[in-house]
C-alpha cells in the first residue's frame, strides 16, 4: 500500500479539523452540555427542595388546622360554659326576685287585713254603739231587750 499525497492531504485535513474542533467547537459544546448539566440538576435540587418545603407546609397546615380545631372546640366549651353560668345567674335573679315580690305580697296582704280589721273593729263598735242606743231608747221590758239583742247579734 501505498500513501500518496491524496491520502496524506486527506490525513493532514482532518488533523486540521481535529484540532480546530477540539480547540474552537468541542469547548463551546461541552461548556453547554456542563452548562445544561448545572442546569436540570438545579432545577432537580430545586424541585426536591420545593417538594420537601411542600411536605413541611402541609404538615404545619394540618398541624394548623389541629390547633384551630382545638381552640375552636375550647371556645365553644367556653361559651357553653358561659351560657350556663348566665342562665344560672338569670335564674338565681328571678329566684331573688321572686322572693322579694312574694315578701312584698306578703307585707300587702298583712296590710290590708290589718286595715280590715280595724275597719270590723270600727263597724262592731259603730253597731254596738248604734245597739246599745236602741237598747237605752226603748228601755222596755226584758223580752222586748233580747230581742233587741238578737237582732244586733244578727246584724254582726
Not at 453547554?32 to 438545579?42: C, L, S, Y
Not at 432537580?44 to 384551630?68: P, W
Not at 300587702?108 to 280590715?116: A, D, P, T, Y
Amino acid at each position: 500500500m501505498e500513501i500518496n499525497a491524496t491520502l496524506l492531504g486527506q490525513f493532514v485535513t482532518f488533523a486540521i479539523l481535529v484540532w480546530f474542533t477540539m480547540k474552537y467547537v468541542w469547548p463551546p459544546i461541552t461548556k453547554g452540555m456542563h452548562d445544561r448539566e448545572k442546569k436540570i440538576a438545579d432545577g432537580l435540587e430545586a424541585a426536591e427542595r420545593a417538594k420537601r418545603e411542600l411536605d413541611e407546609a402541609q404538615h404545619k397546615v394540618l398541624a394548623l388546622l389541629r390547633e384551630a380545631k382545638k381552640e375552636a372546640s375550647h371556645m365553644v366549651d367556653l361559651a357553653h360554659k358561659r351560657s350556663e353560668q348566665v342562665i344560672e345567674e338569670a335564674k338565681e335573679q328571678a329566684r331573688k326576685e321572686s322572693t322579694r315580690i312574694v315578701a312584698q305580697a306578703q307585707e300587702e296582704i298583712n296590710r290590708e287585713v290589718s286595715q280590715v280589721k280595724d275597719a270590723l273593729r270600727k263597724q262592731l263598735a259603730h253597731l254596738a254603739v248604734a245597739g246599745a242606743e236602741k237598747i237605752i231608747r226603748r228601755n222596755l221590758d226584758e223580752s222586748s231587750q233580747a230581742a233587741l239583742l238578737d237582732e244586733f247579734v244578727a246584724e254582726i
